[in-house]
């Protein structure tokens, strides 16, 4: 029997798949045009692992210490686009499951994307790359979040908008979900849409 759903946030919940390509990097380099592109992806995979702190991150880019707190606020609640139907999607599944994330990001980043769009008061777990220091599609970081929550693998559905993520969930015998914007050449089972996900678990 199913008891959580598992979803990824960026690319599923936020409509950006790839947020260091699509909105870090020209925000970064919106501050500070010198910025090599390569160093930022270095900075935030670091950070993004728990080896860097979000601080540090902006500091390692130029940003001076006292604009950091402003200049990551504006980051955070103007550059990111939630999935309109997630919060009635999410509303609709508390009914019947318990629901988790489970993220690549940092910590701090990933609370402040949660509170800021009424998305904490709906999940019952977060599992974020940052504070457990491995990464989708490292087989670890879903057994983690299965010990964490007490389940088994069977009793989770997982759903994720990258097929090499997905497939990883789906070998450890989680039942898995593409969430497909991009149309990935993927036979795996799929949706397109939350109203389409919340019709196929309800």
């Known amino acids: 029997m199913i008891k959580y ?14 947020d ?72 609709a599944l508390k009914a019947r499951y318990s629901l988790a994330l489970l993220s690549n990001d940092i910590g701090e980043w990933s609370r402040h994307l949660r509170a800021f769009y009424g998305i ?3 999940i019952d777990a977060a599992f974020i790359s940052s504070d457990l220091g491995v990464r989708k599609p490292d087989p670890q970081i879903y057994q983690m ?14 759903i994720d908008d990258s097929p090499e993520r997905v497939e990883a969930a789906r070998r450890l015998g989680i039942c898995s979900i593409l969430f497909d914007r991009e149309g990935h050449d993927y036979q795996g089972l799929r949706v397109k849409s939350f109203a389409q996900f919340t019709q196929l678990l309800l």
């Open 5 to 18: 759903i598992l979803f990824d946030v960026m690319g599923v919940i936020f409509t950006v798949g790839d």
């Open 145 to 158: 979040a299965l010990a964490a929550l007490g389940i088994q693998a069977s009793e989770c559905v997982f």
């Open 20 to 91: 260091v390509e699509g909105l870090l990097i020209p925000y970064m380099q919106s501050l500070k045009p010198e910025i090599p592109v390569q160093k930022i992806k270095e900075l935030y995979h670091a950070a993004s692992l728990g080896r860097v702190p979000s601080r540090e991150l902006w500091e390692l880019t130029g940003v001076e210490k006292a604009e950091i707190p402003e200049i990551e606020r504006y980051y955070l609640e103007h550059r990111f686009s939630l999935d309109a139907g997630f919060l009635p999607c999410a509303k």
């Open 120 to 122: 904490e008061p709906l």
